[in-house]
């Protein structure tokens, strides 16, 4: 994808989130945190990819017609993160469909507690959700971030 693929406008209103396999949808799952993270936020390449992704759950967010708009990834052990929602549809409720879509399926996994380092601007966010802030604020990949948990 290209700049032009994220900045285009926002017409459609409607979205959708679905189950996403790291090896079926590698390629947009990819960009938009490549999109987010590496480009917007200017995270080192490096560590934006790791072994997590091969063994996780992920969520994929479509706009109304089909294309990616936001992701989101569960790890077995509970931790969520890599969560990117493209520029045009922040505060529209994507986000929060995301981590409501990744909640549900920990749910179903029988997993008792997740826990996530939100980035310190995004606190509010994962409060409204549940989820609770410990511990001092730390840097990761140059960014403030928290860490939260939430039983479930």
Do not use: C
């Not at 490549?34 to 997590?52: G, H, K, M, N, S």
């Not at 505060?91 to 826990?115: C, D, F, N």
Request: charged share 25%; aromatic share 8%.
């Amino acid at each position: 994808m290209d700049d032009a693929d994220y900045n285009r406008p926002v017409t459609p209103r409607t979205f959708t989130v679905r189950a996403a396999s790291w090896r079926d949808d590698l390629a947009p799952l990819q960009d938009l945190r490549r999109w987010v993270f590496v480009i917007e936020q200017q995270v080192p390449e490096e560590l934006e990819w790791d072994d997590a992704d091969a063994e996780s759950v992920h969520a994929l967010a479509l706009d109304g017609e089909g294309r990616p708009i936001g992701t989101g990834r569960l790890l077995p052990d509970g931790h969520i993160g890599r969560m990117a929602v493209v520029r045009e549809w922040r505060r529209r409720g994507v986000g929060s469909a995301i981590l409501e879509w990744l909640m549900a399926s920990a749910r179903r996994q029988g997993l008792g507690a997740l826990h996530l380092h939100a980035q310190t601007h995004a606190l509010g966010f994962y409060a409204r959700h549940g989820f609770a802030a410990h511990g001092e604020t730390f840097s990761e990949a140059g960014i403030p971030h928290r860490k939260m948990s939430l039983s479930l």
